[in-house]
């Protein structure tokens, strides 16, 4: 086994997870696992077996950051997975000469992180691979749609059609899904980027049996980089629905009647906000075991171009074994990892997902027991 050492910051459900596949994957002599509450890496630690340490770190304090490099051959940043504090670590990692990827799926924070000329030549001059947005969504998504890409001659159209679990999760995942369905939703069309309101368009998607129809809204593009990797597209878009039928009508609602506001109110003395008191709400109800067991939750990519002179369409469906969202999305982030340690980029750089041979990604997704169904329009044509 080669001598590399994987430092992982956050010891939450998407550290844990990713602690554990990189123990597990064969390439890390050492994994780390960092976080500011030293008691929780110290849990994490001790929970998982191998040669796994905890660190306390505070990953926004640079000099503190700057210590704990030290020997660590890539930096995994589980943080988040929506957060817009990662600018400074990822220029202090890739300052000290270390590899880094990170699950962050916040729109503004990869715009601003593949628009950085500077990071992108910090990146080539000391040598490194960073793999910025390498979760499930932008991560996987993007890497089965450079996959289907490369079946096409030219590829005009592509988009995402992403099915979430009605019960999982916390009161801040909550919080994110109100404000990223009441947010502008962006969206590449006609060779260009627009927004429409949030949730103000849909489109009921058709999934193999025994899902059927599954009604999903626009809710912006997270996979930010697909048009500046498929010249000509015309359009790119991602779509979100919920298990529960249900559930996505109650989010609709919350939205529409303002409850997805971050405004603070003083309501009888206590300053609170509409989606804090939403998100409360939503989970309390889940925790309360009122929504139905999903089991495993489908996912789309289509994809529509030229083949052959023809006008062709590719669709790929696929679901992870039911209960491992959390591996679906650490998975990637360790693949992804195993890549930069052996130096199995394009070069040395800030990539996209879809910049990588999507071949380890789809055989590690396989081994964890994804089911993949893969239509082709031109064997359906009469």
């Not at 999507?358 to 396989?366: C, L, Q, S, T, V």
């Given at each position: 086994m080669a001598d590399f050492t994987a430092l992982i910051i956050g010891c939450g459900t998407m550290g844990a997870a990713t602690a554990r596949l990189a123990l597990e994957c064969g390439k890390f002599q050492q994994v780390i696992v960092a976080d500011r509450d030293l008691q929780r890496a110290n849990d994490l630690a001790h929970t998982l077996e191998g040669p796994i340490t905890a660190r306390q770190l505070d990953y926004r304090q640079e000099d503190q950051l700057a210590k704990s490099l030290g020997g660590v051959s890539v930096v995994l940043n589980t943080t988040g997975p929506f957060n817009r504090d990662t600018l400074s670590l990822m220029r202090t990692v890739i300052e000290a000469g270390i590899p880094y990827a990170d699950i962050n799926d916040d729109?503004?924070?990869?715009?601003?992180?593949?628009?950085?000329?500077?990071?992108?030549?910090?990146?080539?001059?000391?040598?490194?691979?960073?793999?910025?947005?390498?979760?499930?969504?932008?991560?996987?998504?993007?890497?089965?749609?450079?996959?289907?890409?490369?079946?096409?001659?030219?590829?005009?159209?592509?988009?995402?059609?992403?099915?979430?679990?009605?019960?999982?999760?916390?009161?801040?995942?909550?919080?994110?899904?109100?404000?990223?369905?009441?947010?502008?939703?962006?969206?590449y069309d006609r060779g260009r980027w627009t927004q429409t309101s949030g949730m103000s368009e849909f489109q009921d998607v058709a999934f193999p049996a025994p899902w059927d129809n599954i009604r999903c809204y626009n809710v912006g593009l997270e996979t930010v980089t697909i048009p500046m990797s498929f010249k000509g597209l015309l359009h790119a878009s991602l779509w979100r629905g919920f298990s529960d039928p249900d559930t996505t009508e109650t989010l609709k609602g919350l939205v529409d009647a303002g409850f997805a506001?971050?405004?603070?109110?003083?309501?009888?003395?206590?300053?609170?906000?509409?989606?804090?008191?939403?998100?409360?709400?939503?989970?309390?109800?889940?925790?309360?075991?009122?929504?139905?067991?999903?089991?495993?939750?489908?996912?789309?990519?289509r994809v529509k171009g030229v083949r052959e002179g023809r006008e062709a369409e590719l669709t790929?469906?696929?679901?992870?074994?039911?209960?491992?969202?959390?591996?679906?999305?650490?998975?990637?982030?360790?693949?992804g990892a195993g890549l930069l340690v052996e130096r199995e980029l394009p070069g040395p750089g800030v990539?996209?997902?879809?910049?990588?041979?999507?071949?380890?990604?789809?055989?590690?997704?396989?081994?964890?027991?994804?089911?993949f169904k893969l239509e082709d329009s031109a064997s359906t044509r009469t």
């Open positions: 729109v503004e924070t990869l715009q601003s992180v593949f628009e950085s000329e500077y990071l992108g030549s910090l990146a080539k001059h000391r040598g490194v691979g960073v793999l910025p947005g390498l979760g499930a969504s932008p991560g996987q998504t993007n890497v089965l749609a450079r996959h289907m890409a490369g079946r096409m001659d030219i590829v005009e159209e592509v988009r995402f059609f992403m099915v979430n679990d009605a019960s999982y999760r916390s009161e801040a995942v909550w919080r994110h899904r109100l404000a990223l369905f009441s947010q502008s939703a962006l969206l506001s971050e405004e603070t109110l003083e309501v009888d003395g206590v300053s609170i906000t509409p989606a804090a008191l939403s998100a409360a709400v939503l989970a309390g109800t889940q925790r309360a075991g009122d929504s139905p067991d999903p089991g495993r939750l489908p996912r789309q990519v790929m469906t696929y679901s992870f074994p039911q209960g491992d969202i959390a591996l679906a999305t650490a998975s990637c982030l360790v693949v990539y996209p997902p879809e910049a990588m041979d999507p071949a380890p990604f789809m055989w590690d997704m396989e081994s964890r027991g994804v089911h």
